[in-house]
């Protein structure tokens, strides 16, 4: 059978793990040799017991956990070209000319460069005569399928990303506990939301919990927003409204471009309305916690598709990766997706906040 390994890079996510059972089973049902590359691109560089040969109950019992019981890393390793070398001679030694990579933007360009090197580092291993000719012959084409793990719900293409929606019952389950104590000493609470450069987090979370007010990047906050923001509340507490919820996402910004941070906007709520202000941080407790029905559902869908991608792929086919188009599992060109994503991300730093938001489209 072919020789197929999985490994998941970068921030963890709830739902990678439904993902990598899925890999793993789709690619046992199709007759591959499947692998588990532990800690992501280090284990592929490290080689030796952090690339394991999976089985059908390797995979048992895991669907259900938060995180990704194969590890991940951010790799410096990688970034080198010896370190691909090694990750490269790792490969073939084990028959592996299939990836599938669960990760964010980052790690799935890692995936492509790799791909793109492929035939030089295999020429390079010949010459020092780590792999033998048969070998460079047998394993000539590396395959990437890839898969986006993230809880930003940042990548272009998708509607949604792997642990999206996981991290958002953990904000709403937190909101709504905080809810319940900002009521009884009618208190604002300013709350902190993780996001890194997108504020779809911080807007779902914002609709989901009648917040007040919210501060993301994409939109960033007018001005005169102390204002603003301080006649909404009082509005608010006018008309018999007891607490206030205010959603602040990490990468909040104003016009200017300068962040807006939770401390600030509690600053401003204290000294022009007197309230009882408290903040609350969520951090990494978004991202951790047992995946949604919706997240086990995605990585299952996904993974599956990937494993089929693979095993269609030609030798001229270009990398994949698996997004969600409404409810359809559906395979997009990986490079053009990481492109967008990166004109998004050029598109902010210009402070040309329209065009971020029309490039990013339906993710
Ligand atoms: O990309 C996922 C994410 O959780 C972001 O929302 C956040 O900014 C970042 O990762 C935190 O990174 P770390 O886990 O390295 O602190």
């Given at each position: ?10 921030g963890d996510?709830q739902?990678m793990n439904a ?9 046992i049902y199709?007759?591959c040799?499947?692998?588990f590359i ?8 490290d080689?030796?017991d ?5 089985n059908w109950s390797?995979v048992?019992s895991?669907?259900?956990k938060g995180g990704?019981?194969?590890g991940?890393?951010?790799c410096m390793?990688?970034i080198?070209r010896?370190g ?9 030694t084990?028959?592996i000319?299939?990836?599938v990579?669960i990760?964010?933007?980052g790690s799935l360009t ?10 030089s ?8 005569n780590k792999i033998?000719k ?7 084409f ?6 986006v793990g993230?809880?930003d ?6 509607d949604?990303?792997?642990g ?6 953990r904000i709403i389950?937190a909101?709504?506990a905080?809810v ?6 009618q208190?604002t609470?300013i709350m902190?939301?993780m996001g ?10 914002s609709?989901?919990?009648d917040?007040t007010?919210s501060?993301?990047c994409e939109?960033?906050a007018?001005?005169?927003w102390e204002?603003?923001?301080c006649?909404k ?6 008309s018999?409204?007891?607490l206030?919820?205010?959603?602040v996402a990490e990468?909040?910004?104003?016009r200017?471009?300068?962040?807006i941070?939770?401390?600030m ?8 309305l007197?309230q009882?202000t408290r903040?609350?941080?969520?951090g990494?407790v978004?991202?951790g916690g ?6 086990r559902?995605?990585?299952c869908?996904m993974g599956?598709e990937?494993v ?5 792929a030609t030798?001229?086919t270009?990398?994949c ?5 409404g ?7 990986l490079m053009?997706c990481v492109r ?5 991300a050029q598109a902010?730093?210009?402070k040309?906040w ?6 990013r489209?339906r993710?």
């Amino acid at each position: 059978g072919k020789g197929l390994a999985v490994f998941t890079s970068g921030g963890d996510s709830q739902g990678m793990n439904a993902a990598v059972r899925s890999v793993v089973r789709m690619g046992i049902y199709l007759g591959c040799k499947v692998y588990f590359i532990r800690e992501g691109y280090q284990g592929m560089v490290d080689g030796g017991d952090n690339i394991e040969e999976a089985n059908w109950s390797s995979v048992s019992s895991i669907i259900h956990k938060g995180g990704t019981i194969i590890g991940s890393a951010r790799c410096m390793d990688f970034i080198k070209r010896e370190g691909r070398l090694k990750a490269a001679h790792n490969l073939v030694t084990r028959g592996i000319t299939n990836l599938v990579v669960i990760g964010g933007d980052g790690s799935l360009t890692g995936a492509n460069l790799f791909r793109q090197e492929w035939a030089s580092l295999l020429d390079e291993l010949l010459e020092n005569n780590k792999i033998t000719k048969d070998q460079r012959e047998k394993y000539k084409f590396l395959h990437i399928a890839g898969m986006v793990g993230s809880i930003d719900n940042d990548f272009c293409g998708t509607d949604m990303t792997i642990g999206t929606d996981s991290a958002l019952h953990r904000i709403i389950e937190a909101i709504d506990a905080i809810v319940s104590t900002a009521y009884s000493h009618q208190r604002t609470f300013i709350m902190e939301v993780m996001g890194r450069h997108c504020g779809f987090l911080a807007v779902y979370t914002s609709l989901c919990t009648d917040a007040t007010y919210s501060f993301i990047c994409e939109d960033p906050a007018p001005l005169n927003w102390e204002q603003k923001m301080c006649a909404k509340i009082q509005e608010e507490r006018k008309s018999g409204q007891r607490l206030n919820i205010i959603i602040v996402a990490e990468g909040a910004i104003d016009r200017e471009g300068k962040p807006i941070t939770a401390e600030m906007v509690k600053k401003v709520v204290v000294d022009n309305l007197q309230q009882d202000t408290r903040i609350t941080v969520l951090g990494h407790v978004q991202r951790g916690g047992s995946p949604s029905a919706f997240d086990r559902i995605l990585g299952c869908r996904m993974g599956a598709e990937a494993v089929m991608a693979l095993m269609e792929a030609t030798p001229e086919t270009e990398p994949c990766v698996v997004t969600l188009d409404g409810n359809q599992a559906v395979r997009l060109p990986l490079m053009e997706c990481v492109r967008r994503t990166k004109a998004v991300a050029q598109a902010m730093a210009d402070k040309n906040w329209d065009l971020a938001v029309q490039l990013r489209g339906r993710s």
